[in-house]
Structures are given as structure tokens and as C-alpha cells.
């Protein structure tokens, strides 16, 4: 057996933990609101995150130490579209390990959220995050989003299949009662070339620019997207 480089290894550690730093801090830089509960719920996403990935891969292993920019900055860049009222409902179609909806929950502790997700053992890692950090305003349920019944004013998704999909997943969730500065619909984060996705709700979909919002190159491509339904 090779022998550990015990060197080495601390140095990697010690690199990673500076990128992690770095990126928390420019997260806090861009959500100055966040209060001292708040921030104590985000610092702790990092080793609840890095410890349950390795056990249950929820995110790409090599992507973990840019846990703060690529997904959960990332989430909060929904709310760029929409600050979702105190009092509403948001379902979370396809979120993993809880994306977008754990780092919106934080954000938004008078707005309810609900995960969905049709692998359970991804359900189990955010409900474990939610629980060690006392989230209260999360549930969470194994499911396929094709079952679920509840309603809801919004439905989020990042990453979980192409628009037209969504919306017709999602369209049997929402609200009819409106209570949001944008009537109720689907907002998603989206990557890359988007123009054949939207096609077909050219006429109602808005779409923004992170790159609007958060100047580092990750968010270059990504876009939020708003249907009404
Ligand atoms: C690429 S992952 C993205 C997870 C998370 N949203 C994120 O951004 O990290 C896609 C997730 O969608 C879930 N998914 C796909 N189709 C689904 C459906 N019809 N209902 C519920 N979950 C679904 C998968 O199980 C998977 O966890």
C-alpha cells in the first residue's frame, strides 16, 4: 500500500477549506440580510453536506467544495425573479438533496416549502440537513411530483427536465388565490441554451440573467425562468 503523504493530504484539505471560506463569504456579501440564525444555518451546510455525500451522492463529488456558489447561491438566485410572500406555499419539484429548496427555506423562514423527490435515499439527505440545522418550515416526501396533489402558489425545480415537462407536471399543483407580486406559476433555474426550451411559452415565459446578479463566472449561463399557470 502507497503511504499516505500526510503532508500533502493536509494541504489539500487546507485549500479546500479556503475555497469553501471564499465562497461563503461571497454569498454573505450578496445576501447582507441574512441574520446571525440564518448565516449559523448556511455555515453548517458545508460539513452536514461534504459528510452525507459521501455516503450519498447528491451532488458531484469533484463540485462539493463549491457547495456554496454552484448550489447555494445558485438557489438563492431564484429569488432574484420573485420574493416569495410571508405565508406562502412552495413546492419543490426533483430537489435532490434539497435544491433549490432548503437554501430558499433558510432565506425565507415564513414561507413553507415542500421537497419532492421519487428517489428516497436523496429525500433522507435533506431531511437530515433540514433537521440538524431546525429547519422548521420544510416537509419533505418521496414521491414522484406526478402524485403529488397539494397546492401550492409556486412550484421551483433546478435541473430535473426540460421546461414543457415541468409545466405539466406543475400545472395541477398550483393555487388559484393569488398573494405574490407575479401571479402564481413555475420559476426554474436554468443552464445553457434555453431558446428551443421556452418556445412554446414565449408569449407568458420571462426569463433573467444571473449574471445580472452575481458577477462570478458560474452564473455566466445561468438563467431563471418564470411560467405563469
Ligand atoms: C439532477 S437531479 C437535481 C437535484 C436538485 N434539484 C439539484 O439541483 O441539486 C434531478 C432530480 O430530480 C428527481 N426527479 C426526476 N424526475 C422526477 C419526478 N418526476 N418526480 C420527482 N422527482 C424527480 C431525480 O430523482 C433527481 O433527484
Redesign the pocket.
Known sequence: MEPINTNETQSAANDQSAIVNSQLSILKAYFPELTDGQQAQIDALFPLYADWNAKIN??SRKDIENLYLH?VLHSLGLTKMLRFKDGSTVMD?????G??GIPLAILMPDVQFHL????GK?IKVGQAVAEAIGLKNVTFRH????EEKGLFDFVV?????PLADLVK?ARKNIKKEQQNALPNGLICLKGGELQHEILPFRNQAVSLNLSDHFKEEFFQTKKVVYVPL
Do not use: L
Open positions: 447528491v451532488i448550489h419539484i426533483g430537489t435532490g438533496g435544491f433549490p419532492v423527490d421519487s428517489i436523496k414521491c414522484r411530483a406526478e425545480s433546478r435541473a430535473v427536465m407536471i
